[in-house]
């Protein structure tokens, strides 16, 4: 067989590919170039969600739970990380606008019953004409880092088999404005963070609203707002998981047992390959842009880049991208095919690959000089764009403690 088909032969070992997956690469490379990336400074400068091009992605497949859950299953791992590199190539805020409902998705996907998953995850992308959105809320005004002091308190009514939601989530990207919501909240608060739960709110339950929507540095494109609940009511249903496993675990717990992981880190264990190729994508399109603006700019009589200097600084560059890219690569097919991330692989890749974003774009400004350094050229966008991948999903101060614990066996703090 061949390698195309994602087989490995006896002494075969290949980084290629499947060609399915080249395929995908360059059709969203198509979109990223002709729709994203024109668009991009407009909806930096609105710091809007941008309706129009969600739908134009909608249209052609792009954002659609088929094109999700097809590349989620892709038995390479590389399905999805790819195909975020060439979005967030085209511009970072306008694809997180595009990958956004994934979260919410993802944590659905991993932990929800199958009748859970057939019944919301097509509501979360909706169809071409009638896009929706949906977003998964974790973090709080308090409750960043420390995904154990979350205060949302979620109560369960017998008589009505329902569960009231209580609290206020921020940082929520498509927070207020998303058809679903999925929340993370506590059900036993004795237990911090084994005492949670997620929970899947409907569109149009009362109760939910936006707060404060912020204005950001970067990912501008992209709504990011604060999510009200204020007692919000939901069908015993809408449990992820149910309330039987719920029971099972909690009582696991009474007894000293374990409980299973806890809700929000389980979702961004599993999403940080992604967020790494995210960050990646951006890293990439300073890179070219320097390299191109360093053959074409002359001073001194001569192209820039044959200074020293800066082709030394593309060099680092250009070795930066793809050892994240090697990194991410590795952490998207060992997720894929079951094999445990026993030095904290999804964390190191997404450590890797925010750092490396943050310095790679800050030295395409350096290249481009005064020019870089403002809004006629996109590299301070991508830089300021960067900056996020060393905050959200885990700050790179988590993910170095995360690693820590991996690399010492210690419980380290």
């Given at each position: 067989m061949s390698a195309d088909q994602g087989t490995t032969t006896e002494a075969g070992f290949g980084l290629e590919p499947t060609s399915d997956v080249r395929e995908m690469r360059d059709w969203v490379h198509e979109f990223a170039r002709d729709v994203v990336r024109p668009a991009a400074?407009?909806?930096?400068?609105?710091?809007?969600?941008?309706?129009?091009?969600?739908?134009?992605?909608a249209k052609i497949g792009l954002y659609s739970l088929d094109f999700f859950a097809q590349q989620s299953l892709d038995p390479t791992g590389l399905g999805l990380v790819v195909a975020f590199e060439e979005l967030f190539w085209g511009d970072a805020g306008i694809g997180l606008s595009l990958v956004g409902t994934g979260l919410a998705a993802?944590?659905?996907?991993?932990s929800g019953t199958p009748e859970q998953v057939g019944e919301w995850l097509p509501q979360m992308f909706g169809t071409?004409?009638?896009?929706?959105?949906?977003?998964f809320c974790s973090s709080e005004p308090d409750a960043g880092s420390d995904v154990g002091?979350?205060?949302t308190r979620a109560v369960y009514h017998e008589a009505t088999d329902e569960w009231v939601l209580n609290g206020t989530k921020t940082w929520?990207?498509?927070?207020?404005?998303?058809d679903v919501h999925i929340v993370v909240a506590s059900v036993d608060p004795a237990l911090g963070s084994r005492g949670q739960a997620t929970f899947i709110v409907p569109p149009g339950t009362a109760g939910l609203s936006q707060g404060q929507k912020f204005r950001k540095l970067g990912i501008r494109a992209s709504h990011t707002a604060e999510v009200v609940l204020d007692d919000v009511r939901v069908p015993g249903r809408c449990l992820v998981g149910g309330k039987d496993r719920l029971d099972a675990r909690l009582a696991r717990l009474a007894s000293g047992h374990s409980g299973g992981e806890q809700a929000a880190m389980k979702t961004f264990e599993s999403t940080r390959p992604a967020v790494a190729a995210?960050?990646?994508?951006?890293?990439?399109?300073?890179?070219?842009?320097?390299?191109?603006?360093a053959a074409t700019r002359t001073?001194?009589?001569?192209?820039?880049?044959?200074?020293?200097?800066?082709a030394f600084m593309l060099a680092d560059m250009q070795a930066a991208v793809d050892a994240a890219r090697l990194l991410t690569w590795r952490a998207a097919w060992m997720a894929r095919t079951g094999r445990p991330f026993e030095h904290a692989e999804g964390s190191v890749a997404k450590l890797f690959a925010g750092e490396m974003a943050v310095k790679v774009t800050e030295q395409a400004i350096q290249i481009l000089g005064g020019n870089g350094y403002t809004r006629d050229y996109p590299v301070e966008r991508w830089h300021r764009d960067a900056k996020i991948f060393t905050i959200f999903e885990g700050t790179s101060e988590i993910q170095r403690l995360l690693i820590g614990r991996a690399v010492t066996g210690l419980d380290v703090r």
């Open positions: 400074a407009e909806w930096d400068e609105r710091e809007e969600t941008p309706w129009p091009i969600i739908e134009q992605a993802a944590s659905l996907a991993g071409p004409g009638d896009v929706k959105l949906a977003a002091a979350i205060r929520a990207t498509n927070g207020g404005i998303a995210m960050a990646v994508g951006v890293a990439r399109a300073a890179l070219e842009y320097a390299a191109d603006y001073q001194f009589g001569r192209p820039i880049g044959q200074n020293q200097g800066v």
